[in-house]
């Protein structure tokens, strides 16, 4: 039987609940939709030793601060999930947990939402799929030969995994930083880091608030008709996190460039040499999880849908919500995410 409601979230991390949250302020009826069977998002995926890169006063969805995590400045991945579950209580989101979402396709002047327990037919979709069940692996020459295991940033979860065993971490960005930080403060662990291009760490006063805070100077530059500029990623990459700079202190986050090969028995650089490796891990990023707007074809360049906001350029009634900045500055954080999904649901609530 086909349900009706006003919007459905397809998602149920931290981007759904930010999209429950002001669809409710809007007087909106909504269901949202997450494949995932318990509260959290991909936070209670995440490695164990992970923390927010923030504190927790500046990791809050709109409403309701993120309580601090005693004796932690950056709290850890369990405290996010556990804020998420209370979240999602406090403000009574109507969150079906466990229900894959297959697709969203027109219907006339609504839109039908199938999802493997029943199907929706909506004003308005909002979309919050993130990017963690769509791990990016790159194309590298023997990837298929490697005897050792294979693993990407999403099956990472602690150095004791791998005690006794060389492993090369590949990837220069924060996940790859950070789990090269973990294995190498490991002794148990022969750790190589390789890098495509030379690492860029920020400097160490600038953590999560800073860069928020400079995506924020951006956005208003941009607004105001000043120049860009540049935003975050013109500061560096890595944000230096305590791990990551104690690895980085102690000598031990010595980054390699990129091999040329993978052997059966390890890696083979371009000079000819050769580092023997009972594992790899991945580190080289995500992709939006948009499988299930296929039937709309709106797929623009790198896989995104092309949007003015977080509206669909190619069909109004569906919006986007987390991702990266595409869909708004600092839309795929904590404290990003709130801006964006006023917006969205304030947009949805003039469809009427
Ligand atoms: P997710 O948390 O991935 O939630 C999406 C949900 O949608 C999932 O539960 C998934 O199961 C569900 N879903 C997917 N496809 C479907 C479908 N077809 N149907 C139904 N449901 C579906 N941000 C910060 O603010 N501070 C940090 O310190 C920080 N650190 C990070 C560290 C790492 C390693 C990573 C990867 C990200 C970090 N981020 C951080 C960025 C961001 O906050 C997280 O990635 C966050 O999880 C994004 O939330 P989301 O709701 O957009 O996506």
Redesign the pocket.
């Known amino acids: 039987m086909t349900q009706h409601t006003d919007v459905v979230v397809?998602?149920?991390?931290?981007?759904?609940?930010a999209a429950g949250y002001h669809l409710r302020r809007q007087g909106l009826e909504f269901e949202i939709?997450?494949?995932?069977p318990a509260p959290?998002?991909?936070?209670q995926h995440?490695?164990d030793s992970?923390?927010?890169?923030?504190p927790a006063e500046h990791?809050s969805l709109p409403g309701r601060l993120m309580p601090v995590q005693p004796g932690e400045t950056?709290p850890g991945t369990k405290h996010v999930v556990d804020y998420l579950t209370a979240y999602e209580k406090r403000y009574d989101l109507p969150v079906q947990h466990g229900?894959?979402?297959?697709a969203v396709r027109r219907d006339g002047d609504r839109l039908l939402v199938e999802?493997d327990t029943g199907t929706w037919r909506a004003r308005a979709v909002i979309s919050?799929?993130?990017?963690?069940?769509r791990p990016f692996l790159p194309a590298v020459p023997g990837r298929g030969v490697f005897d050792g295991r294979q693993l990407h940033?999403v099956n990472y979860r602690r150095p004791a995994d791998f005690a006794g065993q060389r492993v090369v971490v590949v990837g220069g960005g924060?996940?790859g930083a950070?789990i090269a930080a973990d294995l190498a403060l490991d002794d148990r662990v022969d750790t190589t880091w390789v890098t495509r291009r030379p690492p860029r760490f920020l400097a160490d006063y600038i953590d999560?608030r800073a860069l928020f805070d400079v995506a924020t100077a951006r956005r208003r530059a941009l607004e105001e008709g000043r120049s860009d500029s540049g935003g975050v990623a013109s500061l560096g990459d890595i944000v230096a996190v305590p791990p990551v700079r104690a690895a980085r202190d102690a000598g031990l986050l010595e980054a390699k460039p990129m091999f040329a090969r993978l052997a059966a028995d390890g890696v083979r650089w371009d000079d000819g040499s050769h580092t023997g490796s009972d594992a790899i891990v991945w580190c080289t990023g995500?992709r939006p999880?948009l499988?299930?707007l296929a039937p709309l074809n709106l797929r623009g360049p790198r896989g995104h849908i092309p949007t003015d906001g977080t509206r669909a350029l190619g069909e109004p009634r569906l919006h986007l919500?987390?991702?990266g900045d595409w869909t708004g500055p600092a839309s795929?954080?904590?404290?990003?995410?709130g801006r964006p999904a006023r917006d969205a649901a304030r947009e949805i609530a003039q469809l009427r």
């Open positions: 397809v998602g149920g991390g931290q981007a759904g609940l939709l997450g494949a995932d959290g998002g991909s936070w995440m490695w992970l923390h927010l890169f923030s990791s950056y229900t894959h979402v297959d999802a919050a799929t993130g990017s963690w069940s940033t924060n996940s950070q999560g995500f999880a499988a299930h919500l987390g991702y795929a954080t904590l404290i990003g995410v």
